[in-house]
Nanobody, 111 residues
Framework: QVQLVESGGGFVQAGGSLRLSCAAS????????MGWYRQAPGKQRELVAS???????TYADSVKGRFTISRDNAKNTVYLQMNSLKPEDTAVYYC?????WGQGTQVTVSS
C-alpha cells in the first residue's frame, strides 16, 4: 500500500518562501511521474508542477519562475520550493503519483 505524506505547509507573508516535502512509502518515486496539485476554497484542484521519471519538469503558468519541483531518489521524497509567494497561492497543496494522493498541507499567504 503506497502512502504519500506531505509536510512543510504553513503561514507566510507575501514575498516569503516555503518548501513542501512529500515522502513516499511503498513505491519508489524515481519510477513514477509525480506532481503537486493545489485546491483553493471554491475552486477546482489544479496541477502546479510535475516531474517525470527522467526529471523533466512542468509548471503552471501562474507559478513559473517562482516554484521549483525536485526529487531526492535516495530519500524517496519529492519537494516543492515556493518562492515569492502571493496571496493567490493560498490553497491546500497535494502530492500525487498515479493512483495515489497525499492528505494535503495548507499553505496560507497573507498580503
Amino acid at each position: 500500500q503506497v502512502q504519500l505524506v506531505e509536510s512543510g505547509g504553513g503561514f507566510v507573508q507575501a514575498g516569503g518562501s516555503l518548501r513542501l516535502s512529500c515522502a513516499a512509502s511503498g513505491r519508489i518515486v524515481s519510477t513514477y511521474i509525480m506532481g503537486w496539485y493545489r485546491q483553493a476554497p471554491g475552486k477546482q484542484r489544479e496541477l502546479v508542477a510535475s516531474i517525470s521519471r527522467g526529471g523533466t519538469t512542468t509548471y503552471a503558468d501562474s507559478v513559473k519562475g517562482r516554484f521549483t519541483i525536485s526529487r531526492d531518489n535516495a530519500k524517496n521524497t519529492v519537494y516543492l520550493q515556493m518562492n515569492s509567494l502571493k496571496p493567490e497561492d493560498t490553497a491546500v497543496y497535494y502530492c500525487w503519483l498515479p493512483g495515489t494522493w497525499g492528505q494535503g498541507t495548507q499553505v496560507t499567504v497573507s498580503s
